[in-house]
């Protein structure tokens, strides 16, 4: 009887919910409930200049749909063309970026303002949100992250009672906060202060959501300036300074020094292609004194990741020096197998013996690193025309290009120019 009653007044409040919602006008729209519907589309003021136009009358319309919607109406209304130019950006990736974190934001306020307080299927809106984020390329953008918390209602899901706190009041809703914070941890996104302030709203303090936040909050603090090769927030666009950025993280030497220069693609062609080269002063000075007798090899391409963006280097490298690295035959190592010394044997040093610098390794000697716009043979013949200037030595040693990723055919730089020849590129390729 206890429980009848209870359900009975549950029941009671919803309707009455429901009766004084359908009497009252939209909040945003200004006109009643029942004049929604104009020509099977659903009309709402998503923001203050315009409306837009959802293309079926669904109560539980996804993301999609929304951002359809305002991106349609963006597209159709001038003066939306004129707020959304953005005109203090001068790159127009840049441009495109901030338009799409604009119409994603005004996507969830037109989903507000159509649904108002009764919002129907508002989990499932924020999934497919998510879901869309990556594409939209809003997925490091905290006021997103925000604004899709912002869709959560305020107060009602905060527990009342011990029993509520032991059994997760809303699970669900909890389970789709978590989600919002893990893709943003994922993303490597340092929420603020507002987060939990808006977490605490909706869930009070003791919580699943409240705890991903804390230890989130926690972590991302302690190790946000650890790395040493910090790379800036925002990437830039320019590939010319994603070049740059991967060289230097991935040059060992303090004394290495950064180049740039633009070569043309042919003698008619009046585009200029970068190449973006890496080298030292040491590494210099082991070219100066490398033997002619003995080839330089070009290889690559390797790929080397800028957090989600790719870039495919090459290396200048020479064989290894036997008098640093002695090799043992496999005869040696048979016989020695069982001889080892241990901690308790006293160090003897047989002979001296040189010590490496940071650009000698077991593989080879790293005598530069680059990078270019194209990834070619031509481009990598290019870059070692250029060395030239302050490697003449160069000239006199024979180089061998060994590309992992050859082409069909090859461009393959002259003295007049860069003409093209058909020859092949099977790997190893001298040249």
């Known amino acids: 009887m206890f429980l009848s009653r209870i359900n009975r007044s549950k029941l009671l409040k919803y309707l009455v919910t429901i009766s004084s919602i359908s009497k009252s006008k939209h909040p945003h729209c200004g006109i009643g409930s029942e004049h929604l519907q104009v020509s099977n589309n659903l009309r709402c003021n998503n923001f203050s200049l315009s409306s837009c136009v959802l293309e079926q009358n669904n109560s539980k319309a996804m993301f999609q749909e929304y951002y359809t919607a305002v991106l349609t109406e963006v597209h159709s209304n001038e003066r939306l063309k004129a707020v959304t130019n953005f005109q203090h950006l001068s790159d127009p990736i840049l441009k495109e970026r901030a338009l799409k974190k604009w119409i994603f934001i005004e996507a969830v306020n037109a989903y507000l303002a159509k649904n108002g307080e009764n919002r129907r299927g508002y989990v499932e809106f924020i999934y497919d949100a998510l879901e869309q984020m990556k594409p939209l390329e809003v997925h490091r953008d905290l006021d997103c992250y925000k604004a899709l918390i912002s869709i959560f209602p305020k107060g009602m899901m905060i527990p009342q009672n011990v029993w509520q706190h032991a059994f997760s009041h809303y699970p669900k809703q909890q389970d789709c906060m978590v989600e ?6 994922h993303f490597g996104v340092i929420p603020d202060t507002k987060v ?21 909050y926690y972590m991302t603090r302690k190790f946000q300036n650890r790395n040493p090769y910090k790379l800036p927030y925002d990437l830039p666009v320019d590939p010319i300074q994603l070049a740059v950025l991967a060289l230097r993280k991935m040059a060992v030497d303090l004394e290495n020094e950064l180049k740039v220069w633009k070569v043309s693609r042919d003698e008619n062609s009046k585009e200029k292609l970068f190449i973006a080269s890496a080298q030292s002063p040491l590494q210099r000075e082991m070219i100066h004194t490398h033997p002619e007798s003995k080839p330089i090899y070009v290889e690559g391409g390797y790929r080397v990741w800028l957090r989600d963006i790719p870039q495919t280097y090459f290396v200048m490298r020479t064989d290894t020096d036997p ?11 048979l016989e020695n197998l069982f001889d080892f010394d241990t901690i308790f044997d006293s160090e003897k040093p047989k002979q001296l013996a040189l010590k490496p610098n940071v650009h000698q390794q077991e593989e080879g000697t790293i005598l530069g690193m680059c990078i270019t716009e194209t990834s070619c043979k031509d481009s990598l013949i290019s870059w070692i025309r250029c060395l030239q200037e302050a490697n003449p ?19 393959v730089l002259r003295s007049e120019g860069m003409q093209p020849s058909q020859q092949s590129t099977n790997s190893p390729d001298p040249s």
């Open 180 to 185: 919002i914070l893990e893709q943003l941890e």
């Open 323 to 333: 008098s640093i690295f002695v090799r043992p035959t496999e005869e040696e190592e």
């Open 393 to 411: 030595r160069l000239e006199s040693i024979p180089i061998v290009f060994s590309l992992a990723t050859p082409s069909k055919q090859a461009l």
């Open 196 to 216: 939990q302030d808006a977490i605490e709203e909706i869930f009070g303090t003791m919580n699943n959501p409240m705890r991903k936040y804390r230890r989130i």
